[in-house]
């Protein structure tokens, strides 16, 4: 029931920023969590950020604290990640998905019931 159409990556320097977008339609999202993941070639989808859709209680992964951040608009239904400062490690294929149950922010894929297509992200060195 819930569609999730990410947007906003492409090719960036090391250093750089890129803001990606994902826009959610199909239900309430009020008792939601919103998460970002990432996969790299070869390796497992990793968790990135989540957002809670109504509190906006937040969770990042430890490899992006201080340079990503994670926001939402409730208005347009769109959740948005902010990704500063990006390294060639950075490289992936970023997911929207949403945690339609309640209860703590989830850091596993298994714990969300809907994705996006996925947006890629590439930063060159």
């Known amino acids: 029931q819930v569609q999730l159409v990410e947007s906003g990556g492409g090719l960036v320097q090391a250093g750089g920023s890129l803001r990606l977008s994902c826009a959610a339609s199909g239900r309430t999202f009020s008792s939601y969590t919103m998460g970002w993941f990432r996969q790299a070639p070869g390796k497992e989808r990793e968790f990135v950020a989540a957002?809670?859709?109504?509190?906006?209680?937040?969770a990042y992964a430890d490899s992006v604290k201080g340079r990503f951040a994670i926001s939402k608009d409730n208005t347009k239904n769109t959740v948005y990640l902010q990704m500063n400062s990006l390294k060639p490690e950075d490289t992936a294929v970023y997911y929207c998905a949403a945690d339609t149950n309640s209860g703590w922010i989830k850091l596993v894929r298994d714990a969300y019931d809907y994705w996006g297509a996925g947006t890629q992200v590439t930063v060159s060195s």
């Open positions: 957002i809670r859709w109504s509190g906006s209680r937040t």
